[in-house]
């Protein structure tokens, strides 16, 4: 059992809330998708709106444009969910 299944045990599943209540000062967040009636059914996207991705120059006869971002947010997720906690620290277990 993962540590968010067995933390929505015991509160149920943590509220998504929407794009709008998203701020900087929440940082990275996972990203969900609604449809309207559903999820989207993807794995959510970990990050922010802010995120850039990496920028490429882009040379198109010699002359140089951009940089042009890719990776960055996709821009269609609708709401989000706070990280869950990292796991305990590891005990080294005899042998490894």
Same mark, same amino acid.
């Given at each position: ?7 929505? +045990?015991?509160?149920? !599943? %943590? %509220? +998504?809330? !929407? ?7 929440? #940082?990275?967040?996972? *990203? ?6 559903? *999820?989207l #059914? %993807? +794995?959510?996207?970990?990050?922010? &709106?802010?995120?850039? #991705? ?16 890719? #990776?960055?947010? &996709?821009?269609? /997720?609708? /709401?989000?969910?706070r990280? &869950? &906690? ?5 005990? +080294?277990?005899?042998?490894?």
């Open positions: 059992m993962t540590l968010l299944s067995r933390v929505e +045990a015991l509160t149920g !599943p %943590e %509220e +998504a809330l !929407p794009l709008n209540a998203w701020s900087e000062d929440d #940082g990275d967040v996972l *990203w969900w998708c609604w449809t309207g009636t559903d *999820w #059914g %993807e +794995a959510p996207y970990v990050g922010s &709106p802010l995120d850039l #991705g990496i920028g490429y120059p882009i040379v198109v006869d010699g002359q140089t444009f951009g940089p042009v971002y890719l #990776g960055g947010w &996709p821009g269609y /997720h609708t /709401h989000w969910t990280l &869950p &906690p990292m796991p305990a620290v590891l005990r +080294a277990k005899e042998g490894t």
